[in-house]
């Protein structure tokens, strides 16, 4: 009896050392994962956003705010990233929105590059500008998947090719979604076959022209279509759609 137990506590020990072994393992892969090939800001566009003078910029540990440097903003926008792309990349397509809508947007960082594990909630967004009286919260890619998470916490949701896997269509919410025709990463028909998670009157609108990474300065990316859409006319349609349905809230 005593040998069978020794034994059995052996076998314990085996089958927990080898589980441990594989989480520990999965953990490791993650965050190797998680930190090799992060798509960097392309420098230029960046360097124009952090010399206007119209824009205020805050780095914070959890965020980048850009806000009218006039600090007028009753509008806000908390801002997924794509997954593994850095924050900085949205800093140039969304700052007309700033600088022509007076719009505080806040790029979040996601925890490990990916929106996927940032379990953080809508607020810890919002607070950095407490003055603000209504948001929206959008994202590109799976940072759009995330917004549509916290979309029920918001007052609007905006898609940059991107769509739900929850399903908000009774939700009431005004929501846009921004795709582009050249995309080979959330295809037209990706986007199409998510339609139904979204109200009935949602506001669909297709870029002609645009890819996926066109709505972020971060370069081609693997896997996605040939843009034929110049930055300057995907910038035009974003700053003109969302500083519409922002407009609508006020």
Known sequence: MTRTRSRGRRILRWTLGIVGGLLLAGIVGILIYSQVGVMAAEPEPLAAVRDDPDIAITDDSGAIVLAPASGASDTGLVFIPGAKVDPWAYASILSGLVTDDDLTV??????????????????????????????LVGG???????????????????LFASYCANDLSASGLPVLSLSGSEDGLSTPQKIADARPNLP????????????????????????DGTPTATDADVEAVVVTEVGDLAASLR
Not at 142 to 155: E, I, M, T
Request: aromatic share 10%; net charge negative; hydrophobic share 45%.
């Open 140 to 158: 590109h890619s799976l940072g759009g998947v995330r917004a549509c998470q916290l979309a029920p916490d918001a007052d609007g949701l905006v």
């Open 106 to 135: 806040v790029i979040t960082k996601p925890w490990l590059n990916l929106a996927f594990f940032d379990l953080r909630g809508l607020s810890s967004f919002t607070d950095l500008a407490p003055d603000v009286d209504a948001w």
């Open 200 to 223: 009935a009157d949602a506001i669909m609108v297709e870029i002609p022209g645009a890819s996926h990474a066109s709505f972020g300065d971060y370069g081609p990316q693997a896997g």
